[in-house]
């Protein structure tokens, strides 16, 4: 198949290897992506990293001029380079980008003008009413699109409750096994407290409140510090600065409450390495929901447990791989029991762990992602094919 793929993430390397992989199966792959691309933590716009592997010259990157690039919604690229693309005839258009942005109309009306099918991937778990005109572009790539794939069976149910009714798949994220791995023995945690870690964007949504109350409950119940809390992200100034004004009250020094800022991506697995049990705390901020928990399986491809909120996707995706632990969001006194259960009992946390592991080589890596997207967009190209010759 010859595949043209739309993602303004994939302007970052890191979220490239779905697309490597689909191409490694043989099919011929045109990624376009933003110029650039707003960061929400720095101060420069991203830019196209290079393509450091082409499989085979059948990966091809286009990096073509958008307006707005960093909004999800308004982002579209510019008519001239979607008509210097259309000249590369694709056979269907895979765009991962939500249903109710601008640019995901402006390529659903490219594969209209040249019949072909278009399918879509989208992150969307909620069920929401959007303002006009995102209603209308809503509306629109719903009609049109031949497939949709969701990241999740809740995000699947919340398109057939929109009103679609075209093929739907579960597409997941997946991680790099080769880079997500376990540690050597000789590089597992060491010293006499066990290390508790959060690893993600430091916004409200993610509930580091929850966990600074929690180990305070910790602290306070030994009569001292119970574990070390290390934190690794990036966010705003004035909410870090808020947070660090409740650890002070709280009581918490910084020898219990570690602070190590953004981490680079390759870092990722060494800082998830490091830790005995990783505390996803999500509440629902404004109406957030986890869409996935891509920080889960990243933490399982290290043969390290993780506890869960019960917040969206999160709950399914613990009980799915049996890694982990589920606890209410936003109760930090739950949150604390189960930290001292799982603990308490080290065998039984390694098994878990092991559980884990084995699902996500099983089902989370991009060979497997990749495979499965091919039969979906085969699908796809097939029932465009069949209706062309009726």
């Known amino acids: 198949m010859r595949v043209l793929a739309v993602s303004h993430a994939a302007i970052l390397s890191i979220n490239r290897p779905f697309w490597t992989e689909l191409a490694r199966r043989g099919h011929r792959v045109c990624l376009i992506v933003p110029t650039r691309w707003r960061n929400d ?24 001029r ?70 209308l572009l809503h509306k629109t790539v ?26 739907t798949a579960v597409l997941p994220h997946a991680v790099d096994t080769q880079l997500f791995c376990p540690a050597l023995p000789d590089q597992r945690p060491g010293g006499a407290l066990p290390r508790i870690g959060f690893v993600g964007r430091i916004v409200p949504p993610k509930g580091i409140e929850t966990l600074l109350d929690a180990a305070a409950l910790l602290t306070e119940r030994s009569g001292r510090s119970a574990a070390i809390f290390a934190l690794y992200g990036a966010g705003a100034p004035a909410y870090l600065e808020g947070l660090r004004d409740r650890q002070r009250h709280l009581g918490l020094g910084n020898d219990t409450v570690v602070w190590h800022g953004p981490v680079a991506h390759h870092d990722v697995p060494q800082a998830m390495q490091s830790l005995d049990l990783l505390v996803v705390p ?18 399982l491809a290290c043969k390290v447990p993780v506890l869960t909120s019960d917040n969206g996707e999160l709950p399914v995706l613990v009980a799915r791989t049996g890694g982990g632990f589920v606890t209410p969001e936003g109760q930090p006194r739950a949150l604390a029991e189960q930290i001292t259960a799982a603990l308490a009992d080290r065998s039984a946390l390694a098994a878990r762990a092991e559980a884990g592991y084995q699902y996500v080589l099983r089902h989370y890596t991009y060979g497997t992602l990749a495979q499965e997207a091919e039969g979906f967009l085969r699908r796809l190209v097939g029932d465009a094919a069949a209706t062309t010759q009726e």
């Open 41 to 64: 933590y720095g101060s420069r716009p991203l830019q196209p990293e290079p393509l450091a592997d082409s499989a085979g010259g059948l990966l091809s990157l286009q990096p073509c």
């Open 66 to 135: 958008a307006a707005m690039p960093g909004s999800t919604a308004l982002q579209c690229y510019t008519p001239a380079a979607v008509a210097r693309l259309a000249a590369w005839r694709p056979d269907i258009i895979f765009i991962d980008e939500e249903p109710w942005s601008l640019a995901t109309l402006q390529w659903t009306a490219l594969a209209a003008a040249l019949r072909r099918p278009v399918a879509l991937r989208t992150e969307e778990n909620r069920r929401r009413t959007f303002p006009w005109p995102f209603s």
């Open 142 to 167: 719903l009609t049109r699109a031949a497939g949709i794939a969701a990241v999740s069976e809740m995000g699947a149910q919340v398109l057939r409750d929109h009103g679609y009714g075209g093929v």
């Open 282 to 299: 999500t509440v629902s901020h404004r109406g957030y929901k986890e869409q996935f928990g891509r920080v889960v399986i990243e933490a």
